[in-house]
């Protein structure tokens, strides 16, 4: 019987290694794929961890920076938070926060050079966004009316459609293009809730161009019945 046994043994032992030689290689680099793809994504967990902690501890420097007026330590810290922790939220968060308190002490190319970093580098759509509203704000400021037109032409999620058309009404407006200006207020009023606080500010441009605001106020009542 324990002749029997072993006769067995040795029979299952002999395909052990029949399967191994003919399918050995095949398993043990699927076992590398899997488990390198698993060290790689510890790793890229790892990374980002360490990455957005750090990057935190900038944002922080910034934050002080901005609260004393120091536009010096401001740019620096922002300059160092792009080469070094540029993929993270917070560096997109500083840069807007710099691209202000630079602004405010008079450094429009310092800032604008932030916010076109978040416009064109960003991983964040929001950031983006804003980015691009407050950068067209500023050129025209600047009487860079195109310039600041083909910053909203493009690149916003659906949720800045009212204030992207609101700051392209402004700059039609100041070219003294009312007709245009009219239309794209028309379309920020309609984009925006009704609850919005900005309505009625829509509403006040609207009527200094002419417009009467109660057409649009009863259009959907007149839709409705």
Known sequence: MARHLDLEEQEQLDELK??????????????????????????W???QRTQGARA???????????????????EQAVKDMRDRYGRTAYTQQAALLAAKVLADKGKTDAAKSDLQWVASEGHDDGYKAVAKLRLAGMLMDAKAYDDALKQLSSGLPREFDGLAADRRGDIYNLQGKKD????????????LPPESEYRPLLEVKLTALGFDVQTLKSAPETAKS
Request: hydrophobic letters at 45%; a negative charge; charged letters at 20%.
């Open 18 to 43: 029949h399967f191994w030689n003919q399918y050995g290689n095949l398993i043990s680099w699927f076992l590398i794929a899997v488990l390198g793809a698993f060290a790689l994504w510890n790793g």
């Open 56 to 74: 935190s501890t900038l944002y922080d420097e910034v934050e002080r920076a901005a609260i004393a007026g120091d536009t010096g330590r401001v």
């Open 45 to 47: 967990q790892y990374w």
């Open 180 to 191: 245009q200006a009219k239309d794209e207020y028309t379309k920020a009023w309609k984009a």
